[in-house]
């Protein structure tokens, strides 16, 4: 199975910054990946597939970047309501898998 | 506007088996690759079945962890997907959504395997 290691765990930061979301996979996934973005209790919604492209409604200052086996979420200009875990996933091989989340807040 | 209900769940014995029903609209079921996947009390994503069009031969995919205990199938008639779970063990314990190619997702219907 491909393993997906995301970091940081946890990330804190002020209204207005930027931040960036980090995801490894174990091998090589050729932009097999997607990142979501899941508010307290609510349901995953897609943000990211490809790598690097934008979900339809997904405000732009999400973006995600990356190939091989480096990839990155990053989102411009952090707003209250982005307030949430985000996951990035890889689709290339089966089974498909996740990273194990990250929790951002607001500083 | 695409919509996806997840039905069936509930508090169920070791052991015993549950059928989870999506019933979807606003997207052309007959050509989507519906997908199960949970979410446990600890919050981790776990793919679990994916089931393909009739132009793919309705084809089936299952994570290691289900194969052989869940199956997944589908009624393009009544643009539903179905989950069949069996022989439940309590680490199948999580919430369960359904999804096309996991660009939109339910809200989900909660399992818990408990005695």
């Known amino acids: 199975d491909i393993q997906m290691t995301q970091s940081p765990a946890s990330l804190s930061a002020s209204l207005g910054e930027t931040v960036t979301i980090e995801c490894r996979a174990s091998?090589?996934?050729?932009?097999?990946l997607a990142w979501y973005q899941q508010k307290p209790g609510k349901s995953p919604q897609l943000l990211i597939y490809?790598?690097?492209s934008l979900h339809t409604g997904v405000p732009s200052r999400f973006s995600g970047s990356g190939s091989g086996t480096q990839y990155s979420l990053k989102i411009n200009s952090l707003q209250s309501e982005d307030v949430a875990s985000y996951f990035c996933?890889?689709?290339?091989?089966?089974?498909?898998?996740f990273g194990s989340g990250t929790k951002l807040e607001i500083k | 506007e695409v919509q996806l209900v997840e039905t069936g769940g509930g508090l169920v014995q070791p052991g015993k088996s549950l059928k989870l029903t999506c019933a979807t609209s606003?997207?052309?079921?007959?050509?989507?690759?519906m997908h199960w996947v949970r979410q446990s009390p600890e919050k981790q994503l776990e793919w679990v079945a994916q089931?393909?069009?009739?132009?793919?031969?309705?084809?089936?995919y299952y994570a290691e962890s289900v194969k052989g205990r869940f199956t997944i199938s589908r009624d393009d008639s009544k643009s539903s997907v179905y989950l069949q779970m069996n022989s439940l063990k309590e680490e199948d314990t999580a919430i369960y959504y359904c999804?096309?190619?996991?660009?939109?997702w339910g809200q989900g219907t909660l399992v818990t395997v408990s005695s």
């Open positions: 999804t096309p190619s996991f660009a939109y």
């Open positions: 996933q890889q689709y290339y091989d089966y089974p498909f898998t």
């Open positions: 089931i393909k069009a009739k132009s793919n031969n309705y084809a089936t």
């Open positions: 091998e090589d996934i050729y932009n097999g």
């Open positions: 606003g997207f052309t079921f007959s050509n989507a690759w």
């Open positions: 490809n790598a690097n």
